[in-house]
């Protein structure tokens, strides 16, 4: 088995790259994503330019797309279109990944890196500066 290119964790979550823009062309990221029950996780968003899909490897992640909550587990598929607002979170009781791929790749390791940075600097992030980011990489919080 092929090691990750980056492993990146925020908070509790857990971040796998196996590809990223630049094993692509720009064209798309892969990584799996790891969430523990209970774990913080981003708020409902939509990505302006980048289309999603996620397959589950482990666990059930609850993910709500455009309103529709839909309990993904493993070999369940979801494509989340650019432009429609979604919401991953682990109501479970055990931990769940998600491989994810996104296309194209301007939503890659340096957008996790930066918000990464920002949410570990210590005491509750500054809005602002979390949609800032967010905006930066093309993601809107809803």
Same mark, same amino acid.
């Given at each position: 088995?092929?090691?990750?290119?980056?492993?990146?964790?925020?908070? +509790?979550?857990?971040?796998?790259?196996?590809?990223?823009?630049?094993?692509?062309?720009?064209?798309?990221?892969?990584?799996?994503?790891?969430?523990?029950?209970?774990?913080?996780?981003? +708020?409902?968003?939509?990505?302006?330019?980048?289309?999603?899909?996620?397959?589950?490897?482990?666990?059930?992640?609850?993910?709500?797309?455009?309103?529709?909550?839909?309990?993904?587990?493993?070999?369940?598929?979801?494509?989340?279109?650019?432009?429609?607002? =979604? =919401?991953?979170?682990?109501?479970?009781s055990e931990t769940a990944t998600l491989l994810t791929v996104l296309t194209p790749a301007s939503i890659g390791p340096?957008?996790?890196?930066?918000?990464?940075?920002?949410?570990?600097a210590g005491g509750p992030p500054d809005p602002a500066r979390v949609q800032k980011i967010m905006a930066k990489y093309?993601?809107?919080? +809803?």
């Amino acid at each position: 088995m092929t090691e990750p290119k980056e492993i990146i964790r925020i908070g +509790a979550l857990e971040l796998r790259f196996l590809l990223d823009g630049d094993d692509t062309d720009e064209r798309m990221v892969v990584f799996e994503f790891s969430v523990p029950p209970g774990a913080k996780v981003p +708020a409902p968003h939509y990505h302006e330019e980048v289309d999603e899909l996620v397959y589950g490897l482990a666990g059930t992640m609850s993910t709500t797309v455009g309103g529709l909550l839909q309990a993904i587990g493993p070999g369940d598929r979801r494509f989340i279109p650019r432009g429609v607002v =979604h =919401h991953h979170a682990n109501l479970g009781s055990e931990t769940a990944t998600l491989l994810t791929v996104l296309t194209p790749a301007s939503i890659g390791p340096a957008y996790f890196r930066e918000l990464g940075a920002l949410l570990q600097a210590g005491g509750p992030p500054d809005p602002a500066r979390v949609q800032k980011i967010m905006a930066k990489y093309g993601l809107v919080v +809803a």
